[in-house]
């Protein structure tokens, strides 16, 4: 038997296109928008992630939803958004919201920060 929290978590990941680590790099050369909402003490420990937009997780929506009146202004209707935590649990159901609140797009990235560090220190280059 599965906990409700993976029922939950499977049924956002179907809903989803993910990103995979060896293609986020390519993702924001064509106009992905990459949001790391990792907290910022995984961000101090573990390192930035280059090219990425931070927004804690706690206004995440209100950043992101073009109609909030405290959204970005690199957020908006169209934009594919790739979030980013720390392994890609909270980063595939945050998706989800965001696709509720309009931002079709939505995804995340498969693995998290964490799958995106191990292959590119793998002396994988960019596209591969």
């Known amino acids: 038997m599965t906990s ?3 029922d939950l978590l499977a049924a ?14 390519a993702g924001a050369a ?3 928008l990459v949001v ?8 101090r420990e573990e390192g930035e992630l280059p090219g ?3 927004v804690d997780r706690n206004v995440l929506e209100w950043r992101l939803d073009p109609t909030s009146g405290f959204g970005i202004p690199e957020a908006h209707e169209g934009r594919r958004v790739v979030l ?3 392994d890609g649990y909270a980063s ?6 965001l696709q509720d609140l309009g ?4 995804t995340d990235l498969a693995g998290g920060y964490r799958a995106w560090f191990a292959w590119s220190r793998a002396g994988a280059t960019p596209g591969s």
Not at 36 to 43: A, K, L, Q, Y
Request: aromatic share 0%.
């Open 30 to 32: 064509v106009g992905d």
């Open 52 to 54: 990425a937009v931070v």
């Open 92 to 97: 595939s159901l945050a998706a989800v919201t």
């Open 103 to 106: 931002l079709e797009r939505a």
């Open 4 to 6: 409700r929290i993976d």
């Open 84 to 86: 980013v935590c720390n």
């Open 12 to 25: 956002a990941r179907a809903r989803l296109e993910r990103v995979e680590p060896h293609d986020l790099s």
């Open 36 to 43: 790391d909402i990792r907290p910022e003490s995984s961000r």
